[in-house]
């Protein structure tokens, strides 16, 4: 395997992930040494999260045939990085993709090197966002929050970023993040 690192993004739905890695993408259009690679999942396309779909059929038959580096299920879903992920590590680059912080033992089994990016907001901001989602009640949401809080406990970031501030704040601390790593990966 080459030098690359996989920077697993995870955090509460609704905190903005996929938001902060865009604004990265953005930001670092045009330098190959960073892959944005979108996860499979067997949910349709919506406006809340970035992925691409399939169906429960063709995850089944991925995960049988080692299709995928790393899959994972959660929420009733299943989930998978396609095997560009895989490549894009052996060939050195920083990848970066919205993740599940309970398949991060899973990835760091697959991979020589994952870092952990740590979203999070205020409760406040959360469940607004969440509620405006429209996919929960206000007492499923206040059950999620009380969840979350102790699955944040269990992760041992390498950042954290908490997403209450402009893009440009909170989307440039993991833009440095990322260049540090690429910075550190060249050398």
Same mark, same amino acid.
């Given at each position: 395997m080459g030098t690359g690192v996989l920077v697993a993004v995870v955090g509460p739905s609704g905190v903005?992930? /996929?938001t902060l890695i865009g604004h990265a993408k953005a930001s670092l259009?045009? /330098?190959d040494g960073f892959v944005f690679v979108r996860r499979l999942v067997t949910r349709g396309?919506?406006?809340f999260e970035d992925h691409d779909t399939l169906d429960e059929a063709a995850f089944?038959? %991925?995960v049988e045939a080692g299709r995928f580096p790393v899959s994972w299920r959660a929420h009733g879903l299943g989930y998978a990085l396609p095997a560009a992920t895989?490549?894009?590590i052996e060939a050195g680059a920083v990848v970066i993709c919205n993740f599940s912080r %309970?398949? $991060?033992a899973a990835a760091r089994e697959r991979f020589p090197a994952v870092r952990v990016v740590a979203i999070s907001a205020p409760d406040a901001i959360l469940a607004a966002r969440l509620i405006a989602r429209g996919r929960e009640t206000e007492e499923g949401v206040a059950a999620r929050l009380a969840r979350e809080a102790v699955c944040a406990r269990e992760i041992d970031p390498d950042l954290t970023i908490v997403n209450d501030r402009? $893009?440009?704040q909170s989307g440039g601390e993991l833009v440095a993040y990322l260049k540090g790593l690429r910075t550190t990966a060249s050398a």
């Amino acid at each position: 395997m080459g030098t690359g690192v996989l920077v697993a993004v995870v955090g509460p739905s609704g905190v903005g992930k /996929d938001t902060l890695i865009g604004h990265a993408k953005a930001s670092l259009a045009g /330098d190959d040494g960073f892959v944005f690679v979108r996860r499979l999942v067997t949910r349709g396309e919506n406006a809340f999260e970035d992925h691409d779909t399939l169906d429960e059929a063709a995850f089944a038959e %991925g995960v049988e045939a080692g299709r995928f580096p790393v899959s994972w299920r959660a929420h009733g879903l299943g989930y998978a990085l396609p095997a560009a992920t895989l490549e894009a590590i052996e060939a050195g680059a920083v990848v970066i993709c919205n993740f599940s912080r %309970g398949a $991060i033992a899973a990835a760091r089994e697959r991979f020589p090197a994952v870092r952990v990016v740590a979203i999070s907001a205020p409760d406040a901001i959360l469940a607004a966002r969440l509620i405006a989602r429209g996919r929960e009640t206000e007492e499923g949401v206040a059950a999620r929050l009380a969840r979350e809080a102790v699955c944040a406990r269990e992760i041992d970031p390498d950042l954290t970023i908490v997403n209450d501030r402009p $893009i440009e704040q909170s989307g440039g601390e993991l833009v440095a993040y990322l260049k540090g790593l690429r910075t550190t990966a060249s050398a």
